[in-house]
């Protein structure tokens, strides 16, 4: 039998809820696929662990996490006791540097079920993918305060697009749009507004494409992009950005699709020289946290992508991945949903019902 091994970590607020759902529906899919997870879980990367050591995570992660074959992640964050910016930088934004995964997949989709906020909608309206750079760009602790305290401070934060980083969330993207059906490729810049790197970005985009013919192309400003993303939402099938612009537009779509609280995502290391990493879009909820309310399908579909990923589209893990969306699918349409879709189920009930699809599919 197959086995991989999985480091999970829950993280912090309703990253500790939705996971426990996660790991039924993807050990469900391992049992009825034939292959074997063998979960590892960490508390750290927590705000507890940060409040009893003072640190994110203890300083020999990278040893712990040796041999894994990917990591399972909640979310972290938990304002009131850490900076979001210690605490974050001090665990995912490590992952994803340290290990190089450097696309953030990011799929969005409407699906039957699901009461769309723009008006006229059908599933089918929206289903576009962003890629997201996702260890460079605007995300940087480049910078510093100067004259602090007196009314001539100065505070200059700078982002940084290598050429090398650019090209291969490029080249990535162009490939994911040629092996789809539109093969439409959106670029987002603000090559207006951001004159140096923005125009760059665009260069590269001509660059990269001259390899791909087959894949239409439109650059757009990220503001207008972001009205078309509400007004227009066919217009898209992949779209390509910068680690900042992919953030936002990751949550502006999933919003368009009803909520939040269904978007996955993975943030790869194509190479698979280092452990991949899948995660919800959203974060740790503070404000409904220790309800056992949260939607628990953005958690259960990354599991769903990370076990095609582990299994590189072999028959079993993309079976495994197509009946967890099934189920994901099935469960939207008849219900049980939860408060974010106008349900009144749980996390766990909703965990249960996609399991027990999964496992009877
Ligand atoms: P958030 O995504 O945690 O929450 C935003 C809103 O969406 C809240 O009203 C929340 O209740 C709702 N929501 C989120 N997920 C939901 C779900 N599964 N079901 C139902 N409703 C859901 O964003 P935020 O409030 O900006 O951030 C809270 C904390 O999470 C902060 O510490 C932030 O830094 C962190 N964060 C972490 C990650 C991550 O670990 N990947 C991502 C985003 C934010
Ligand atoms: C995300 C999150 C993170 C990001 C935060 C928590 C640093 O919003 O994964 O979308 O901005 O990348
Ligand atoms: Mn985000």
Same mark, same amino acid.
């Not at 197959?2 to 500790?16: E, L």
């Not at 590892?40 to 990278?62: C, E, I, L, N, T």
């Not at 004159?195 to 400003?221: C, F, N």
């Not at 949903?337 to 009144?344: F, I, N, P, Q, V």
């Given at each position: 039998?197959?086995?991989?091994?999985?480091?999970?970590?829950?993280?912090?607020?309703?990253?500790?809820?939705?996971?426990?759902?996660?790991?039924r529906v993807?050990q469900a899919a391992?049992a009825r696929?034939?292959?074997?997870?063998?979960?590892?879980?960490?508390?750290?990367?927590?705000?507890?662990?940060?409040?009893?050591?003072?640190?994110?995570?203890?300083?020999?992660?990278?040893?712990?996490?040796?041999?894994?074959?990917?990591?399972?992640?909640?979310?972290?964050?938990?304002?009131?006791?850490?900076?979001?910016?210690?605490?974050?930088?001090?665990?995912?934004?490590?992952?994803?540097?340290?290990? =190089?995964?450097?696309?953030? %997949?990011? *799929?969005?989709?409407?699906?039957?079920?699901?009461?769309? +906020?723009? !008006?006229?909608?059908? @599933?089918?309206?929206?289903?576009?993918?962003?890629?997201?750079?996702?260890?460079?760009?605007?995300?940087?602790?480049?910078?510093?305060?100067?004259?602090?305290?007196?009314?001539?401070?100065?505070?200059?934060?700078?982002?940084?697009?290598?050429?090398?980083?650019?090209?291969?969330?490029?080249?990535?993207?162009?490939?994911?749009?040629?092996?789809?059906?539109?093969?439409?490729?959106?670029?987002?810049?603000?090559?207006?507004?951001?004159?140096?790197?923005?125009?760059?970005?665009?260069?590269?985009?001509?660059?990269?494409?001259?390899?791909?013919?087959?894949?239409?192309?439109?650059?757009?400003?990220?503001?207008?992009?972001?009205?078309?993303?509400?007004?227009?939402?066919?217009?898209?099938?992949?779209?390509?950005?910068?680690?900042?612009?992919? =953030?936002?537009?990751?949550? %502006?779509? *999933?919003?368009?699709?009803?909520?939040?609280?269904?978007? +996955?995502? !993975?943030?790869?290391? @194509?190479?698979?020289?280092?452990?991949?990493?899948?995660?919800?879009?959203?974060?740790?909820?503070?404000?409904?946290?220790?309800?056992?309310?949260?939607?628990?399908?953005?958690?259960?579909?990354?599991?769903?992508?990370?076990?095609?990923?582990?299994?590189?589209?072999?028959?079993?893990?993309?079976?495994?991945?197509?009946a967890?969306?099934?189920a994901?699918?099935?469960?939207?349409?008849?219900?049980?949903?939860?408060?974010?879709?106008?349900?009144?189920?749980?996390?766990?009930?909703?965990?249960i019902?996609i399991a027990e699809r999964v496992s009877a599919s």
């Open positions: 039998t197959p086995t991989f091994r999985i480091a999970v970590i829950p993280g912090d607020g309703i990253g500790k809820e939705v996971m426990p759902e996660g790991l993807v391992a696929f034939g292959f074997e997870l063998d979960c590892r879980v960490f508390d750290w990367a927590s705000a507890d662990y940060y409040a009893a050591h003072g640190q994110m995570m203890p300083d020999d992660w990278k040893e712990q996490l040796k041999g894994v074959d990917a990591l399972y992640f909640g979310a972290v964050g938990w304002p009131a006791t850490v900076p979001d910016h210690v605490s974050l930088w001090g665990s995912l934004l490590k992952f994803r540097r340290e290990f =190089d995964q450097y696309i953030n %997949l990011r *799929p969005v989709r409407l699906f039957e079920g699901v009461p769309c +906020p723009l !008006a006229g909608r059908k @599933p089918g309206d929206i289903d576009y993918l962003v890629v997201r750079e996702n260890t460079e760009g605007e995300y940087t602790s480049l910078g510093g305060v100067m004259y602090a305290g007196t009314e001539r401070e100065i505070v200059i934060q700078e982002s940084v697009f290598s050429r090398h980083g650019t090209d291969r969330v490029l080249r990535f993207a162009y490939e994911t749009a040629r092996a789809r059906e539109r093969r439409h490729l959106t670029v987002a810049t603000k090559s207006n507004g951001i004159a140096i790197s923005m125009p760059w970005w665009d260069g590269r985009a001509d660059a990269i494409g001259l390899d791909y013919p087959e894949v239409t192309v439109d650059k757009q400003h990220i503001d207008i992009l972001s009205a078309r993303f509400v007004l227009q939402p066919t217009r898209f099938d992949v779209v390509v950005a910068s680690n900042l612009f992919g =953030d936002i537009l990751s949550d %502006l779509g *999933p919003a368009t699709t009803g909520t939040i609280g269904l978007a +996955p995502s !993975a943030n790869l290391n @194509p190479e698979r020289r280092f452990p991949s990493l899948f995660e919800p879009v959203h974060g740790s909820a503070p404000d409904i946290y220790g309800q056992n309310i949260a939607n628990p399908i953005a958690m259960i579909w990354s599991g769903a992508l990370m076990l095609d990923f582990l299994t590189q589209g072999q028959s079993a893990g993309r079976a495994a991945h197509d967890i969306l099934g994901i699918e099935a469960v939207l349409r008849d219900g049980p949903r939860t408060r974010d879709l106008g349900g009144s189920a749980n996390t766990t009930e909703v965990g019902a």
